[in-house]
């Protein structure tokens, strides 16, 4: 029986091995980066929350006032980059994923942390050069979907509506993409866009009015996407809300205040102050 045990063990490793990126395909920020994702997981492990909602707010509390820095993932080769001490608003997002569902699996090693992050960020769950990336939120939310990990809960609000909108901002603007500039790489690009032609999405619009109807579905933990009216895009944001009572706030990596940080403001004046927003979309993670 014991051997059995050990024969399981070691087949599960080695599924889990074939998978992961390779510590050659990965990117560090520094020496020190797997000793503080250790130390988080250990806090999340302890704190014995069983939630994933509660635990994307823990982790994100816990992360509050570490620096926003763009561009992170770029560079001359697609690397799983792992950087906790800068972040971006989609990167903060999948950096709580990564924490949350490791926590949730009873694991708090580094080593499942990138394996879980490179499942959020890539398609298919495994990096692949440059455009195996999941770079637009529509794609990110339907293959994410897909393989379980989360739910999209925009269409369960009142009020719903729904956008019709070409997504290929990046072919439009390859000029903005280092990356684009090869061409097979492009093509990879484009070949995604096609399938997000007249692409059909929920969102909400949220006013004064209509925020006080997201307690109902909405939940402090939910990733929130902000959709936007900007030619070819679909999401120009991403966060975590934050309820108080009962009225939605945003927890991000802001680029204004260039730090993880919740808004002083609620979600329905964020979005009348920006003048590219139209509304959200909520995701949540499937536990």
Not at 9 to 32: D, G
Not at 165 to 171: A, E, L, R, W, Y
Request: glycine content about 6%.
């Amino acid at each position: 029986m014991k051997k059995i045990i050990i024969l399981l063990l070691l087949a599960v490793n080695s599924i889990f091995s074939s998978q992961a990126a390779t510590p050659q395909e990965m990117r560090f920020h520094c020496a020190n980066d797997t000793t503080k994702i250790s130390e988080l997981l250990r806090r999340g492990y302890e704190s014995g929350i069983k939630d994933a909602n509660q635990l994307v707010a823990q982790y994100g509390e816990w992360l509050m006032g570490t620096p926003y820095v763009a561009h992170t993932l770029e560079g001359d080769k697609e690397m799983l980059t792992i950087n906790i001490d800068e972040l971006d608003c989609t990167t903060f997002v999948e950096t709580l994923y990564a924490l949350t569902r490791t926590t949730l699996s009873g694991r708090y090693s580094w080593r499942d942390f990138a394996h879980n992050l490179e499942a959020i960020r890539y398609r298919g769950g495994n990096i692949n050069g440059y455009a195996s990336r999941l770079h637009y939120i529509s794609d990110w939310i339907i293959e994410n979907t897909y393989r379980g990990n989360i739910k999209e809960f925009t269409p369960e609000l009142d009020g719903v509506q729904y956008m019709v909108k070409n997504v290929d901002f990046m072919s439009k603007n390859r000029d903005k993409y280092p990356a684009l500039a090869d061409d097979a790489t492009f093509q990879k690009i484009k070949g995604t866009e096609i399938g997000y032609r007249n692409h059909r999405f929920p969102y909400f619009k949220v006013d004064f009015n209509s925020q006080k109807r997201m307690k109902k579905v909405v939940r402090t933990g939910d990733f929130v996407a902000i959709v936007t009216n900007i030619k070819g895009l679909d999401v120009q944001h991403m966060g975590v809300i934050v309820m108080k009572d009962d009225v939605p706030y945003l927890l991000n990596a802001s680029s204004v205040g260039k730090k993880v940080q919740i808004e002083e403001i609620d979600l329905a004046d964020y979005i009348r102050r920006n003048k590219t927003a139209v509304g959200v979309r909520i995701i949540r993670i499937v536990e």
